[in-house]
């Protein structure tokens, strides 16, 4: 199948495909006679991995380390569960970081729901410190 059809098969922009490819998470494909890439049922298979693995938030790094793992089928599968927990526990970390900002962002909407713009907690809390310099 040619790129475009390979796109739609995984709902993947062919930009997407490329930078892939670029990055060594998919091997470049053998060309067509009119020089068109040409993939396979392989390629499609290892696209869908990425993919769902982007989906559930891994990084770029993660997903090569996961797929040199899948790779070899006949090694333990502890390095794989080292990745997954690694990132699991990033996940939490910002689970928790966004249960703070809601809490804080909750807490300085009630106070500002009467009242002048100039004594709003909300725009005070986004304004830069009085003095501070800006980045």
Known sequence: MKIGELARATDTKVETIRYYEGA?????????????????????????????ARDLGFSLDEVRELLTLADDRDQ??????????????????????????RDELARVIGSCRLGKVGDCKIIQTLEPMRGAARG
Do not use: W
Request: with cysteine; glycine share 10%; hydrophobic share 35%.
């Open 76 to 101: 333990p599968c502890g390095a794989v569960d080292a990745v997954a927990s690694s990132h699991l526990a990033t996940i939490e970390r910002k689970i928790a970081d966004l249960a703070q900002m």
């Open 24 to 52: 060594g998470l998919l091997a470049p494909p053998p060309r067509t006679g009119g020089n068109y890439r040409s993939y396979g049922s392989d390629e499609l298979s290892r696209l869908s991995f990425i993919r769902r």
